[in-house]
């Protein structure tokens, strides 16, 4: 299908067909103004590889070229919308950096009252919590592991969680 011709005769077929192929390319991107860049870039492509090329159907070719150029666009463009956020401004965005040695020293002193909370509770509450949220096992797995029923082990839970709600005002802003 491809063999040597001369660069002038698909490149004229093209320019002879401009609005046939625009036509073509609007219909795929939607815009008249992508059309547009869509019938620029296949033109610059036949254009570049035209020489070495001798096709049946030029104006089939050509309609080819301008429809996977167009379907590309559209492709890179669903893609591209998938990574883009359009409400948020990222010169405005508050981007976090490292924390200030006053939030350090709070987050340490808040962790020293948890800490504290903990060891007043009994060996298998403290054990059953930590399995639970710091571990994150099953409370059907603790329950195994205790060797105790699942329901104390929501029970001990929901102590540890109730203890450490005492000092909940110190770990929110």
């Given at each position: 299908?491809l063999s040597p011709t001369?660069e002038?005769?698909?490149?004229?077929?093209?320019?002879?067909?401009r609005?046939q192929?625009?036509?073509?390319?609007?219909?795929i991107v939607?815009?008249?103004d992508l059309a547009?860049?869509?019938v620029q870039?296949?033109?610059?492509?036949?254009?570049?590889g035209?020489c070495?090329?001798?096709?049946?159907k030029?104006?089939?070719?050509?309609c080819?070229?301008?429809?996977?150029?167009?379907?590309?666009?559209?492709r890179?463009?669903?893609?591209?919308?998938?990574y883009?956020?359009?409400?948020?401004?990222v010169?405005?965005l508050?981007v976090?950096?490292?924390?200030?040695?006053?939030?350090l020293?709070?987050?340490?002193q808040?962790?020293?009252?948890?800490d504290q909370?903990?060891?007043?509770?009994?060996?298998?509450?403290?054990?059953?919590?930590?399995?639970?949220?710091l571990?994150?096992?099953?409370?059907?797995?603790?329950?195994?592991q205790?060797?105790?029923a699942?329901?104390?082990?929501?029970?001990?839970?929901?102590?540890a969680d109730?203890a450490?709600?005492?000092?909940?005002?110190?770990?929110?802003?």
């Open positions: 299908m001369s002038s005769s698909l490149g004229d077929v093209f320019l002879a067909n609005a192929l625009l036509h073509v390319a609007r219909r939607r815009t008249t547009d860049d869509v870039d296949a033109y610059l492509r036949i254009a570049d035209a070495d090329r001798k096709v049946d030029p104006m089939g070719y050509c080819q070229v301008v429809r996977n150029l167009a379907l590309d666009h559209c890179r463009q669903s893609l591209e919308a998938t883009r956020t359009f409400d948020v401004d010169e405005v508050d976090p950096g490292p924390p200030s040695p006053d939030r020293m709070r987050d340490r808040v962790v020293g009252l948890i909370v903990l060891s007043q509770l009994p060996a298998r509450t403290r054990v059953a919590f930590q399995l639970y949220r571990e994150g096992l099953t409370q059907r797995d603790i329950a195994a205790l060797g105790c699942l329901g104390l082990v929501n029970r001990l839970i929901a102590e109730e450490i709600g005492t000092v909940r005002h110190l770990l929110t802003d």
